[in-house]
């Protein structure tokens, strides 16, 4: 970059009030055989690349030693050539780049490539069929998206190259398109893309969904370009005039006429404020009120716009057009007096040893704050390094002075400096404005230089700017995965190596490149290194790693990660290879059996028992079926194929036994719900003989008694309980004449008395044997009949029992006399 002491004004033109100067960037940047007048050439924004490709509508001198097969050249600014792409798609319509660096390249058929890292890596889509059928036109890129125009004028749109969607805008007008250009999103109130077509004497303004005539009169144009911050509207007439009018097309501000019957190659806009005609070898520069700035160039030149100004590219140089900045023309335009050009004068005096510096100090010292500052901004502006260093070092001397003053932006433009002035030197070749690294950030800068394989910058400078180093060594490893030519293990022991210990490291991202490339087994050894196994999974199962990716995702210990996988095998597999996959690893069956159940997914489940062998889980899965069916026919079948699983096996005696009974428990409740007019599904074998007992059909209780074998016990249980519920007080009058009773006499006792009939109950109390002393006194007293309790204690010689029932019935009633009398004897006071 340039160093010299020159004035920093010798190359400003004045347009108007204002001034623009012209910035050699570059030298020597195109071999001289290279014709660029038969180039296409298109430069990506914020000093970024250049692609150029020849333009088969012109002749070009033949060259015995020169390939003639079609191809694009990306080149840095500076003339280094970054990559050659073979071309095969045929004739090229449209050569543009996204604002972050993509390149994009459409065919006369519709075919779109996205060159996404200038190393010849592409995505590819179409923009339909209308494109096959009636060919591209032309194309126009903006920031992130593109706008093609077709053969039969009907213009379709992209809004995102990431997730390309190509849509056709509202139909245009018929007729010839003299010139379109168009309005990026973020400066349309509709936030969708427009475009302004040239047809007849107007121009049409064409959307989404509408198309509609602004009413011009000075048309037709050759040319049309939006400024940088879409407000104003450049056109070109065939008769050499270019006219600048707001984007509304409501008011006209200016016309040049350029009196040039030749057409321009390029009209664009220089920042916002001047406009760019130029022809082959001259540069008209436009300012306000037509002033004008000329430059001529030996050889073709072509022009590239960018936020601040424009680039001109030739065989020789790359220059760099934009307005002096306010800052800058304060500091150094002739004549002034201005606090900084004071504060930077005094420097000049400093060096010198002049007494003449601390003078200037004093005169400005009220205004010292706003010329330092000043100093600095003007010094971010610079392409110069001497100007850049003299403007800082004039900032540095005003601060000394200060007792205090904030020094974070003198800081930051030191940072930013040191940043932009590496990327500017001409092997690097990113001759970045101030602005435009602004606009780009530094992140965005780190990926520009990892595009171009500068990792050693591109570390230095995040590291300086103290900013995440990981993209760039997954970037370094991945391009050395793809290109090494080394075998898996060196590579693979290489990269480790240099990865060690450093944070935020993603192996799969390297893996995956690996696979890409066709190196399965080295991408399988750099995921051994991956520490998330949500990484691994994925890839491994890509790279048809199956059991890997399962073993990888059982020692995560992530259950989300497991199912993922165990489902991604369940579709691919056959189902009997699946099981032999989780058989083999009791955590994944054990998941497979528990999401099964949880699903209820009953045909999985019989599956997985069947093939594991396991019968008795197998069985109870028809168990659970048979419950939930709603015939009584049907679960007698599930449970037949239940105990069919367990027929074979001796182990499981019980179980089939139980099974058989159920099937028969099951028939016989069929048979009673069609027969009685009651239901009986569902209940168990003593809460069917309970219910036929209560509902009275003895015959049918002991039939089905006899036929399960239910004990004399628990039958008597039954039949009591249900007698009670009935309230049958004759039929247990009946059995209370029994002498013996296989579960006693105390429960009809119980049972009958919480049913509430204590005469019945205590019926039962003699015929009760075995009972604790003064037991009986106790039952009596609870059916209310305390003479009986009275007669009982008086048997038993219990004389706390006796005197507590008299007391209880009262000394003065009959009961109470009768009580007294039984114990006058025994119990002699």
Not at 109 to 133: K, P
Not at 421 to 429: F, L, P, Q, S, T
Not at 613 to 629: H, L
């Amino acid at each position: 970059m340039q160093a010299t002491k020159a004035n920093p004004t010798a190359d400003w033109e004045q347009l108007g009030v204002k001034f623009y100067r012209k910035t050699q960037l570059y030298t020597a940047i195109f071999d001289q055989d290279v014709d660029l007048d038969t180039y296409f050439v298109a430069g990506a924004p914020y000093g970024g690349a250049i692609a150029i490709c020849r333009d088969e509508t012109k002749l070009m001198a033949y060259r015995a030693a020169k390939t003639t097969k079609p191809s694009i050249d990306i080149y840095s600014c500076a003339g280094k050539l970054l990559k050659s792409i073979a071309w095969d798609k045929g004739s090229i319509k449209g050569l543009g780049w996204s604002e972050d660096e993509k390149l994009l390249v459409v065919s006369r058929d519709g075919t779109v490539r996205c060159y996404y890292d200038l190393q010849g890596d592409f995505t590819q889509f179409s923009l339909g069929r209308e494109a096959e059928d009636f060919g591209v036109h032309s194309c126009r890129f903006y920031d992130h998206g593109m706008v093609a125009l077709l053969g039969n004028n009907v213009l379709i749109s992209v809004s995102s190259y990431d997730e390309p969607r190509p849509k056709a805008l509202a139909t245009a007008p018929e007729g010839e398109v003299h010139a379109w250009t168009i309005v990026a999103p973020s400066f349309t109130l509709s936030r969708s893309v427009e475009v302004l077509l040239s047809i007849g004497r107007t121009i049409y303004v064409v959307d989404a969904t509408d198309c509609e005539d602004r009413f011009l009169d000075i048309g037709p144009f050759t040319y049309i370009s939006m400024s940088p911050n879409g407000k104003f509207t450049a056109l070109y007439t065939a008769d050499g005039k270019a006219h600048v009018i707001t984007a509304d097309f409501q008011n006209r501000l200016s016309e040049y006429n350029s009196r040039s019957q030749i057409k321009p190659q390029y009209l664009q806009w220089c920042g916002n404020d001047a406009v760019v005609v130029a022809w082959e070898d001259e540069v008209n520069v436009v300012g306000p009120k037509n002033a004008v700035a000329t430059y001529v160039y030996e050889g073709r030149v072509h022009v590239i716009a960018d936020h601040d100004g424009v680039r001109l590219i030739s065989n020789d140089v790359c220059d760099f057009i934009q307005k002096v900045p306010d800052v800058t023309d304060e500091v150094f335009r002739y004549g002034t007096e201005s606090p900084a050009s004071v504060l930077l004068d005094a420097v000049d005096q400093l060096d010198n040893q002049s007494p003449k510096a601390d003078d200037n100090i004093q005169l400005i010292r009220p205004n010292l704050v706003e010329a330092i500052d000043t100093c600095v901004a003007a010094a971010g502006q610079e392409f110069n390094v001497h100007w850049q260093k003299q403007l800082l070092k004039a900032a540095s001397f005003g601060k000394s002075v200060l007792d205090i003053y904030n020094s974070d932006d003198f800081v930051d433009m030191c940072e930013t400096l040191r940043v932009i002035n590496a990327v500017r030197y001409y092997e690097i070749g990113m001759p970045l404005s101030y602005e435009q690294y602004q606009r780009l950030t530094p992140e965005g800068l780190i990926q520009r230089l990892i595009n171009r394989h500068e990792y050693l910058l591109a570390l230095r400078i995040a590291g300086y700017l103290r900013l995440p180093t990981d993209r760039i060594y997954v970037h370094w490893a991945s391009a050395k995965v793809r290109v090494g030519a080394e075998d898996d293990d060196s590579i693979c022991r290489m990269v480790v190596q240099k990865l060690a210990g450093k944070p935020g490291i993603s192996f799969e991202a390297i893996a995956r490149a690996a696979y890409d490339e066709g190196r399965g087994r080295l991408a399988t050894e750099l995921l051994n290194h991956e520490p998330r196994a949500g990484r691994q999974v994925p890839l491994l199962l890509s790279m048809e790693e199956d059991e890997i990716a399962l073993d990888k995702a059982i020692e995560s210990g992530d259950s989300d990660l497991m199912l993922f996988v165990l489902l991604q095998l369940k579709k691919k597999l056959p189902l009997a290879s699946f099981f032999r996959v989780i058989n083999a690893r009791p955590a994944a069956t054990a998941f497979v059996e528990a999401s099964a159940a949880l699903e209820d997914d009953n045909a999985l489940l019989k599956d997985l028992y069947y093939q594991d062998d396991r019968r008795v889980d197998g069985a109870g899965v028809f168990i659970r079926e048979a419950i939930q069916q709603p015939d009584a026919r049907t679960t007698g079948d599930k449970l037949a194929l239940a105990a069919k699983l367990l027929s074979d096996s001796k182990e499981h005696n019980l179980e089939l036994t139980a099974l058989k009974e159920a099937a028969t428990l099951v028939r016989m409740q069929e048979a009673l719900d069609r027969d009685l007019t009651d239901t009986f599904t569902g209940l168990s074998v003593n809460e069917t003989l309970f219910k036929l007992i209560r509902l009275g059909y003895q015959n049918k209780a002991k039939k089905v008694q006899s036929e399960f074998k239910v004990p004399e016990m628990v039958a008597w249980w039954i039949r009591l309980r249900a007698l009670v519920a009935k309230r049958d007080w004759n039929e247990i009058e009946d059995i209370a004449k029994v002498k013996k009773s296989p579960i006693g006499w105390e429960p009809f006792y119980n049972q009958i008395l919480q049913a509430g009939n204590a005469r019945l109950a205590a019926v039962f109390i003699p015929k009760c044997t075995n009972l604790e002393p003064g037991a009986a006194i106790t039952m009596y007293e609870k059916c209310g009949l305390r003479i009986k309790a009275a007669e009982e204690a008086v048997r038993a010689k219990d004389a706390e029992s006796w005197a507590r029932l008299l007391e209880a019935a009262g000394r003065t009633t009959p009961e109470g006399r009768d009580i007294e009398r039984l114990g006058a004897q025994v119990f002699k006071r």
